[in-house]
């Protein structure tokens, strides 16, 4: 890959390039796709472990007395609920409500704030902060500082905690482990539907972090596997299913605004959809015959009329079905019949529930 071209690479290049992974650009980092395929390494994570390298995502961390006051200010979600160790999903919105990225954020001390952004977000994310910044409040982007690996499936937490020697915290939990000579942060989210864990540390520590999670055989996953995993859980993703011209209330993200905290930067839009109602809204379907996978921006029809198009599609490993998502008018409820224009073709598919995919 040129220098040229200014596409980042992790600390985790050289050990992706070893294991044979398939490499290729996503929002401006050099990333594997996939090692072995797609379908073996989503099973993994559904049937035991797999470990994704998010070195790429990026780490801002937030301190100072009215760092709280700031935040709740810039995010969706109410801070002031945070106790140290806790974290929560929220958003960051422009003046009109739409979204500029989806994070965590975690309460590490009492006026220490710790933000995981998307990778292709982190100049704009840290720009947007920077701007808005008012009272006694530090902001430091130290996403160059931080490798990232998130080890999820039904075995996760059973092999992390071997490997860090120390029980994980609570679900939305943070907290600070030492192990094999290494500070981790431990947080646990996760964005696949299963169990897990995602650690943070040194990124001059990646290879060998990486390497004794081998060992303890995590597989190694790429970005497809974690793009269909979130899919049949119907998790957004930012640039094809959120954007700036979407709010969280049309992305059905609703649990995670807090208008009643006071005000923050795009709350007006908000307040006005939740007294009028959303016109579309994200919604899940399944197709209901065999055919090629719906992919982002095909047409989607109602009684053949086009209402919307893709955001998201694929093929569901778990289901054996294509999956998707689209804003669509909300009076298209579960069980909607829909067709997806997939290049010039229609195939049948039908408006689902969350989640598309339920472990048994």
């Known amino acids: 890959m040129s220098e040229t071209t200014n596409v980042q690479r992790t600390p985790l290049y050289d050990e992706h390039v070893r294991l044979?992974?398939?490499?290729?650009?996503?929002?401006?980092?050099?990333?594997?796709?996939?090692?072995?395929?797609?379908?073996?390494?989503?099973?993994?994570?559904?049937?035991s472990v797999g470990m994704f390298d998010i070195s790429h995502m990026g780490q801002i961390l937030v301190s100072g007395p009215d760092a709280a006051k700031f935040l709740n200010r810039l995010l969706t979600n109410n801070i002031t609920k945070l106790a140290v160790g806790q974290g929560q999903y929220t958003l960051l919105l422009n003046e009109v409500g739409g979204v500029i990225d989806d994070l965590i954020v975690y309460r590490l001390d009492e006026h220490l704030y710790f933000l995981v952004v998307n990778a292709a977000k982190i100049t704009e994310d840290f720009a947007w902060i920077e701007l808005h910044h008012t009272g006694d409040v530090e902001i430091s982007n130290q996403s160059d500082d931080y490798a990232g690996i998130a080890v999820q499936g039904p075995n996760a937490v059973a092999l992390l905690t071997n490997f860090l020697g120390s029980d994980l915290p609570p679900r939305s939990g943070m907290i600070e482990v030492v192990a094999h000579g290494v500070s981790f942060l431990v947080g646990r989210t996760g964005y696949t539907g299963e169990d897990g864990a995602e650690i943070f540390f040194a990124s001059e520590e990646a290879a060998g972090v990486w390497q004794k999670l081998l060992a303890l055989r995590a597989k190694p996953c790429g970005l497809g596997a974690r793009d269909t995993l979130r899919l049949e859980v119907c998790y957004p993703l930012n640039g094809s299913d959120l954007s700036p011209t979407r709010t969280p209330l049309e992305a059905g993200l609703g649990f995670f605004v807090d208008v009643e905290k006071g005000d923050f930067i795009g709350r007006e839009t908000l307040l006005t959809q939740k007294q009028s109602g959303v016109p579309l809204k994200l919604t899940p379907f399944t197709m209901t015959s065999k055919g090629p996978p719906p992919r982002s921006h095909y047409p989607v029809l109602i009684g053949g009329e086009v209402v919307g198009e893709t955001c998201s599609g694929g093929l569901s490993p778990s289901l054996g079905i294509g999956i998707g998502m689209a804003y669509l008018p909300v009076n298209a409820v579960i069980g909607t019949e829909l067709e997806i224009d997939v290049r010039g073709r229609k195939f049948p598919a039908v408006v689902a529930k969350k989640p598309l995919y339920r472990k048994s």
Do not use: C, D
């Not at 992974?21 to 929002?27: A, P, S, V």
């Open 20 to 47: 044979g992974g398939k490499l290729i650009e996503f929002g401006g980092w050099e990333m594997p796709v996939y090692y072995t395929s797609i379908m073996e390494e989503h099973l993994a994570v559904r049937q």
